[in-house]
């Protein structure tokens, strides 16, 4: 789990990163509830595989490891673009 400066709690599953506000409301900002692979793109459009390790940058950027693709991913919340910063999904 990784916290913003306004408390936004940011929570990986096996193929999605969920955003629970400070007042409990819980979104779906990147990735599949059930569907896991490797894309990057728009909100939902993203796929991951088993996130792991998350951590907010100090832009705002939400940094995944996403541990079967073996890539680290940018999530820039502004746009709800996931992007791949490292790794290619293979090992």
């Known amino acids: 789990m990784a916290v913003d400066t306004d408390g936004t709690r940011f929570v990986c599953t096996e193929s999605a990163l969920y955003a629970f506000s400070p007042n ?15 894309a ?6 993203a796929r991951f595989d088993a996130p792991f390790g998350i951590a907010v940058d100090g832009e705002g950027n939400v940094l995944v490891a996403d541990t079967n693709n073996h890539a680290l991913r940018k999530v820039t919340l502004r746009c709800g673009t996931v992007s791949t910063i490292a790794g290619n999904g293979e090992e």
């Open 24 to 38: 409990g409301m819980k979104s779906l900002i990147a990735g599949h509830k059930t569907k896991t692979g490797f």
């Open 40 to 45: 990057d793109g728009e909100g939902t459009d």
